[in-house]
């Protein structure tokens, strides 16, 4: 299997999925945004994994990329790849499913639980998290679900955590990818965008909750494994 990822930002790499998916014998390949652009053949990826970066969904004018990348993506999702959006990639994905993204009430800065639904506990995929977990957020935008879409998880002001579409396209608006070896170096990167606000932690705040890393990827090890599994 192959995986192809998209990358926005320097340090906001596969991280785990990279480890996982080394430990398979997959191989992966990159389109750097923050660099040059190129995008691969259809026929030569089997999952689509779309990462964090600081821009917004809406930045087109500043990023203009950036629609092409959705347009990429809505065609990826029409042929039927496995498609897994991170944070901004979370955006993307629904922007290419037709859904509005737009600012959240207030930014979610920071380790902060979600809460998983009925349906997540039902569901075959999803059914691996626990009712919450402590997660890492950075974000200042959100989005709607795409029509057709299950939402599977949300936070105390974030309605829309987590999404699944069909058998293969799924969301996760929270970090569940930054491992205990690079979260340091994750944390000092994002630092610039920290702001103040009641679910705004700062760069010292969120290393006491550093080793919460560790859990998050054992049970995405499981959570991938599932989607791989459905995707055969």
């Known amino acids: 299997m192959h995986i192809h990822y998209f990358q926005h930002d320097h340090f906001e790499d596969l991280?785990?999925?990279?480890?996982?998916?080394?430990?398979?014998?997959?191989?992966?390949?990159?389109?750097?945004?923050?660099?040059?652009?190129?995008?691969?053949?259809?026929?030569?990826f089997d999952w689509l994994i779309v990462l964090g970066g600081k821009m917004s969904v809406n930045d087109t004018q500043l990023f203009p990329w950036l629609e092409k990348e959705i347009a990429f993506i809505?065609?990826?999702?029409?042929?039927?790849?496995?498609?897994l959006g991170i944070c901004l990639g979370a955006q993307l994905v629904a922007s290419a499913a037709g859904a509005e993204v737009l600012k959240n009430a207030e930014p979610e800065m920071g380790f902060w639980p979600v809460y998983f639904s009925s349906d997540a506990s039902k569901d075959i995929v999803f059914r691996h998290f626990?009712?919450?977990l402590m997660v890492l957020h950075v974000h200042f935008d959100t989005f709607d679900l795409p029509e057709g879409s299950v939402n599977m998880a949300g936070s105390a002001i974030t309605e829309n955590?987590?999404?699944?579409?069909?058998?293969?396209?799924?969301?996760?608006?929270?970090?569940?990818?930054?491992?205990?070896?690079?979260?340091?170096?994750?944390?000092?990167?994002?630092e610039p965008e920290l702001v103040e606000?009641?679910?705004?932690?700062?760069?010292a705040q969120m290393l006491e909750y550093t080793d919460q890393c560790m859990k998050n990827n054992q049970i995405f090890e499981k959570v991938l494994e599932e989607i791989q599994l459905i995707s055969k």
């Open 74 to 83: 809505r065609e990826a999702i029409k042929r039927g790849k496995t498609v």
């Open 161 to 190: 955590q987590a999404f699944r579409l069909g058998n293969s396209v799924f969301g996760f608006q929270f970090h569940f990818e930054v491992t205990p070896g690079n979260v340091i170096q994750f944390i000092h990167e994002i």
């Open 197 to 203: 606000g009641r679910y705004s932690q700062t760069a």
């Open 130 to 132: 626990p009712s919450s």
């Open 15 to 44: 991280g785990y999925i990279g480890e996982w998916a080394s430990r398979q014998g997959f191989t992966t390949s990159v389109t750097r945004f923050d660099l040059d652009p190129e995008f691969p053949l259809f026929d030569d």
